[in-house]
């Protein structure tokens, strides 16, 4: 096996900037791709990177406390080879903005990130993680193919996300330097475990993922008035996808977004059609469930009721007359 440490850094008792420049350059260089540090940050940085080749794997095992980075699409524009990390994280955590989705990572989590989009991180609790770096041209077409399919945040109850934390894990260990095994073996395994992974999202457990859907509902129901719900706040609150999310609503009457409004509508028309309530405006009412726009309200209101939320309102009057 062409396999060894390339390098093993500690910011040690370096200043807060010193040790935050060396961090970022050390990294930039394992990963071997190119991005923009954030702000650096206030105090002392402590950090850490150990770096282990095995034939064109890049194993990077690397702590460091809250900061963060950004990579924009003109660097994406400037690679000369296209790239995959799988991530495993082991303490602390990480948001991660990818290709327009939000993703918040802790300890247990597994990631899939590559060079082709523009990507946002956060750190924001001191972390610890292993990268399996690699070129995507070491992957499958199959791979390739599956990882543009399946959410980039592995879900935690498939198997396949185990099987490939504990290879990251363990080929990252101090007892695996010295072991007998060749870079195509790993590369055979990272192959079988995303494809699988791929096959456990295209074809779930049908109680779990009816359990899920009914958690979101729960969730929705019980936010309603929240004018922050959205499909990217309950993504990050269940610290899964937007595309997991639309997924999950799949084979639903209604699409997640359609839902929230629909829920709403009818709180709104409760209210409208109580004559204990009579003295709130319209606005109020629409306001009060979380519309934004009294205007779209009217709009989604009459579409979906076949009349004006003030015509609703002239009926219980007329009733009540």
């Known amino acids: 096996m062409n ?6 850094w500690e910011s040690g008792s370096r200043g807060g900037a010193d040790a ?3 961090w970022v350059h050390k990294l930039k260089e394992a990963q071997g791709s ?5 702000k650096t940050p206030q105090g002392i ?34 690679i000369d080879e296209p790239s995959v990390i799988f991530l495993t994280y082991l303490e602390g955590g990480e948001n991660i903005e990818f290709g327009g989705e939000r993703y918040s990572l802790a300890a247990g989590d597994t990631f899939v990130w590559d060079s082709s989009k523009a990507t946002k991180f956060e750190v924001y609790e001191s972390l610890y993680k292993v990268a399996l770096a690699m070129p995507a041209r070491l992957l499958s077409h199959n791979v390739l193919n599956t990882l543009d399919q399946i959410p980039r945040k592995l879900n935690l109850s498939s198997g396949s996300r185990f099987l490939l934390n504990s290879l990251i894990t363990a080929v990252a260990d101090r007892e695996f330097d010295s072991a007998d ?11 079988a475990f995303v494809v699988g992974a791929g096959r456990i999202e295209a074809l779930p457990d049908k109680s ?5 859907c009914q958690d979101i509902k729960r969730y929705v129901e019980q936010h309603l008035a929240d004018p922050l719900l959205s499909i ?14 639309h997924w999950l609503f799949r084979s639903e009457p209604m699409t997640l977004n359609e839902f929230i409004i629909f829920r709403r509508l009818e709180r709104c028309r409760r209210e409208l059609l109580n004559i204990e309530l009579a003295h709130l405006h319209v606005s109020q009412i629409a306001y009060a469930w979380g519309f934004a726009n009294v205007s779209h309200f009217s709009k989604r209101y009459r579409a979906l009721f076949n009349e004006s939320p003030t015509q609703t309102r002239q009926t219980v009057y007329a009733r009540s007359g």
């Not at 190119?34 to 954030?38: I, L, S, T």
């Not at 850490?48 to 660097?75: F, M, Q, W």
């Not at 990217?232 to 595309?243: L, N």
């Open 34 to 38: 190119d991005w923009c540090p954030g």
């Open 232 to 245: 990217g706040q309950i993504a990050e609150v269940h610290r899964t996808s937007k595309r997991y999310l």
């Open 208 to 212: 779990l993922s009816d359990r899920q």
């Open 20 to 22: 935050y420049d060396a």
């Open 45 to 78: 940085f402590n950090a850490s990177l150990r770096h282990k080749v095995i034939g064109d794997i890049n194993v990077i095992e690397s702590r460091c406390d809250p900061c963060t980075g950004y990579r924009t699409a003109a660097h994406a524009n400037r």
């Open 3 to 8: 396999s060894f440490v390339r390098e093993s």
């Open 181 to 191: 095994v060749e870079a195509e073996t790993i590369l055979d395994a990272v192959n």
